[in-house]
Nanobody, 123 residues
């Protein structure tokens, strides 16, 4: 079992920045590729970013366009998402996810999910 707890969400203005964190406990964090997803009201869950189990590679959803950066600290068992130049359309609940293996495969289901953290961007 892996428990994931997100934090760092909140209400910000357009153009502001936020850093989300996802604290993991349980099995070895470094054994899991990690991802961030988001879900806005009335919309399907959307892939945001992912990082390999040792942090050697990262990839992003097309909409990110250089505004977000995913990182991880395997010593602290924590995943991060730095979000810059936030837009109202970034408003959503953001979830972290863990998937066993080296690289995250978005075509496969996650093994574990966090409970989510709300990000609201006002115009």
């Amino acid at each position: 079992q892996v428990q994931l707890v997100e934090s760092g969400g909140g209400l910000v203005q357009a153009g502001d920045s936020l850093r989300l964190s996802c604290a993991a406990s349980g099995r070895t964090f470094s054994s899991y590729a990690m991802g961030w997803f988001r879900q806005a009201p009335g919309k399907e869950r959307e892939f945001v970013a992912a990082i390999a189990s040792r942090g050697s590679s990262t990839y992003y959803g097309d909409f990110v366009k250089g505004r977000f950066a995913i990182s991880r600290d395997n010593v602290r068992s924590t995943l991060y998402l730095q979000m810059n130049s936030l837009r109202p359309e970034d408003t959503a609940v953001y979830y972290c996810a863990a998937q066993g293996g080296i690289n995250y495969d978005t075509h496969l289901p996650a093994d574990y999910w966090g409970q989510g953290t709300q990000v609201t961007v006002s115009s």
